[in-house]
């Protein structure tokens, strides 16, 4: 089973393409982000990470995505940008043939460091952890965290 | 010049053709509204938004698009819904190469009715005045009002 986890954003979108491997380890086959340059119209950056996250489907062909709810409880400006990327990711996710499952940001915090609330530091430890990679960047570090609970969690 | 007027939504999704005549007068080629199915997962109903606005946009070939701005004011849960189709509506028009200007509500009333604060019922009853036509649904009536904002607009 390989997934795609994916933190969506405007400016930075982050995505991590992970496998579950036979011993119950991860094997974490890629990961990065997707830029989209602030200069450029909005409808043009949409447009741009649709095209960056087709290329990265056609390459690692995942079999499930993984993507966080909408937390809109500190900046709904924010929000309001990040679910213009997010309607792109899921409407391209759907064109590819991958299905998708929504992960509540509390679940996968508990199912990557066993605590619900654990803050960003703690999740990179943990990764480093399982998978003896330093993560320098909080939305690759969330797409990674979102495969690794879609990898650990039963529907 | 030939308009698409949008009123974005994950239920309904409103959209108007318009033309501008010589003699100043609007021409209404089409209006009608998108409807996704609730019984769908949310990527499904969001590439059928895609897919019918492709159809649309094949058929009349627009010269340009206008869409509302994010009105969030009163339900952000809605607004984050409506974003999610809006985002993949910006990624659609640009895809298929149809500039997009995005206009204030405000300056949309104030464009159609002569005020910025005008409600649904003034825009109705301006719609019936200037295309001679009964609009029943608030979301075509809004994108046709979009539409005429933009085509008595200077940018």
Chains 1, 2 share one sequence.
Not at 19 to 33: A, T, W
Not at 64 to 70: K, S, Y
Not at 88 to 116: F, M, Q, W, Y
Not at 147 to 155: D, N, P, R, S
Request: net charge positive.
């Amino acid at each position: 089973m390989r997934v795609i986890g994916i933190d969506p954003g405007i400016e930075r979108t982050g995505f991590a393409i992970l496998e579950m491997q036979p011993q119950g380890k991860f094997k974490l086959l890629d990961f990065g982000r997707i830029f989209t340059d602030k200069k450029n119209p909005f409808p043009h950056r949409l447009r741009s990470i649709a095209d960056d996250l087709k290329v990265i489907l056609k390459q690692w062909k995942p079999d499930a995505a993984a993507i966080e709810e909408v937390f809109f409880s500190k900046n709904v400006r924010t929000a309001i940008k990040v679910s213009h990327a997010r309607g792109v990711i899921l409407e391209v996710l759907e064109e590819c043939g991958v299905p998708t499952r929504e992960l509540n940001p509390s679940h996968i915090k508990l199912s990557v460091a066993g605590d619900g609330r654990a803050d960003k530091l703690q999740i990179r430890k943990m990764l480093q952890y399982l998978l003896a990679v330093d993560v320098k960047s909080d939305d690759t570090a969330d797409a990674i965290a979102c495969g690794i609970c879609f990898l650990t969690t039963k529907t």
